[in-house]
Structure formats: structure tokens, C-alpha cells
């Protein structure tokens, strides 16, 4: 897949800080357009951090540093606006509305000026790519397997037609099989040239799909380039893959 040569998202030398604790280190990232790219690192690592502050939400609070997207400063913008300008994010945890219906859960993604023919054939679309989906729409999404609420709000955030999406640690909590599911749910979006960046701890699944990763050691970037680049590392190597 040919990708832009001109950075989608950069984030460029951001510290964060949780108070008076700094979280992250002069991070810096760029994403393509059509590229995905992986933020891989342990727990604690900062991960999540640095997906926060792209997004806009607080805290984390940004002492330094700057992020751009499609050219625009959106450092100091409020998530909804950063919403506005195509990026959906899919946090931690697969957060679904319950007591709706998964059809519910998919409509909350439909823009508020988009008419009717032109939801349906969003719906339709959403469908094609996640048939369990048109299954289960009458089905509560309380009653959904973790697998399943993935699935979901991978949709919910599709039927918004982002420019990116950016996730958050989409096989924790999964058991293998719905993991490898998963990551295959994530490599058929990729196939679409819709740009991802995403985070996870799984460096094995996640470098499988990635076309470039980011390794992150508390808050800061020690490793950065193609999966086969920065697993061919003999420290990364025993470091993280205990070879």
C-alpha cells in the first residue's frame, strides 16, 4: 500500500504531565495517510497518555510540544472539536451504551446533519464489514461478548467515515481467539486506507499488522520504524521478546 509522504497526525516533542508528574518525554510520532501505525510498550509505559493528549482529553496536561492534523495545530483544542476534525477514538475498555441496541449504539455515530438515505447507507456499509453486527442489531449491547463490543465500536466509529482512528488497547482483556479477531477486524479497516494509529501491549499481534511501530519505555521513544527494523534489534530482542 502506497502511503503519503506528508504526516497525517504529528505529534512533535510533547511533555505530559499527570500534576506535578511527568508522564511523557519529548515524544514524538508521525502518522501517514493510509498508514497503520502501532504505539507498543508495557503497562505504565504511557501509551494511553499519549493517545489522550492527541485526542484532547484532560488530564494529561501538555507543558510542551505540538500537534498537528491534516496541517492544523490541535494542540490546545477540546476533544469534541478534535472530534470534528475526522478523528474517532476508541478508548480502553470498549465502552458501549447498554441499555441501547446494538442498532442504537451504531446510529450515535451517524453525523447530526447526515439524512436519513444517507445513514442507512452508512448502516449498510458498517453490515458488510461486521455481518454479526446486522445479527445481533436488535440484541442489547449489554448482553455482547467483549469480542463482540469491539466489534461494535469499531462500527460505531466507522459509520462516523473518519479521516483517522485512533485505539486504545483493543486486545486487553480478550482471550486469544477473539483477540486474533480482533486484529484481523483491525487489518480489514487498513485494507480500506482508513488511517490507524493504535496502541497495545501485545508486541506480537500488533507488529504483525503494523506498517511502522513505536516502542515506548516510560514516556519515551526508544525504538521507532518498521516492525522487522525494530524487532531485528539484538536489545529489543532480549529486552522485549526474551531471545
Same mark, same amino acid.
Given at each position: 500500500?502506497?502511503? %503519503? ?5 504529528? *505529534?512533535?516533542? &510533547? ?7 511527568? *508522564? ?6 508521525? *502518522? ?9 510498550? $508495557?503497562? #505504565? ?10 485526542? #484532547? ?7 510542551? #510540544?505540538?500537534?498537528?492534523?491534516? #496541517? ?26 447498554? $441499555? ?8 450515535? !455515530?451517524?453525523? &447530526? ?20 453486527? +446486522? ?11 467483549? !469480542?463482540? +463490543?469491539?466489534?461494535?465500536?469499531? !462500527? ?6 473518519? %479521516? ?8 486487553? !482483556?480478550?482471550?486469544?481467539?477473539? &483477540?486474533?479477531? &480482533? ?15 493504535? %496502541? ?17 519505555? %516510560? ?13 531485528? +534489534? ?10
Amino acid at each position: 500500500m502506497l502511503f %503519503s509522504n506528508e504526516a497525517l497526525l504529528k *505529534v512533535d516533542k &510533547v511533555n505530559a504531565f499527570y500534576g506535578e508528574i511527568r *508522564v511523557l518525554w519529548d515524544v514524538s510520532i508521525e *502518522v501517514r495517510k493510509g498508514e497503520l501505525v502501532s504505539i507498543l510498550g $508495557s503497562n #505504565g509505559a504511557g501509551k494511553s497518555t499519549l493517545l489522550q493528549a492527541i485526542i #484532547g482529553v484532560r488530564p494529561p496536561i501538555l507543558k510542551s #510540544g505540538s500537534i498537528t492534523f491534516s #496541517g492544523k495545530d490541535i494542540t490546545k483544542l477540546p476533544a469534541w472539536d478534535i472530534k470534528k476534525e475526522g478523528i474517532s477514538f476508541i478508548p480502553e475498555g470498549r465502552g458501549v451504551f447498554s $441499555s441501547m441496541s446494538v442498532l442504537e449504539n451504531l446510529l450515535l !455515530g451517524v453525523g &447530526v446533519n447526515s439524512k436519513k438515505e444517507e445513514a442507512n447507507e452508512l448502516l449498510e456499509q458498517v453490515y458488510e464489514m461486521f455481518p454479526r453486527l +446486522r445479527e445481533m442489531k436488535n440484541r442489547k449491547a449489554g448482553t455482547l461478548s467483549g !469480542g463482540e +463490543r469491539q466489534m461494535l465500536v469499531l !462500527g460505531r466509529s466507522l459509520i462516523a467515515i473518519p %479521516s483517522m482512528i485512533i485505539i486504545d488497547e483493543p486486545s486487553l !482483556g480478550l482471550d486469544p481467539k477473539t &483477540v486474533t479477531r &480482533v486484529y484481523q477486524i483491525v487489518r480489514d479497516i487498513h485494507v480500506r486506507e482508513i488511517t490507524t494509529l493504535m %496502541s497495545d501491549q501485545n508486541i506480537f499481534y500488533a507488529s504483525e499488522i503494523a506498517d511502522r511501530i513505536y516502542l515506548l519505555e %516510560s514516556g519515551r521513544i526508544v525504538a521507532e520504524g518498521t516492525p522487522k527494523e525494530v524487532l531485528g +534489534r539484538e536489545d529489543i530482542k532480549k529486552r522485549y521478546l526474551g531471545l
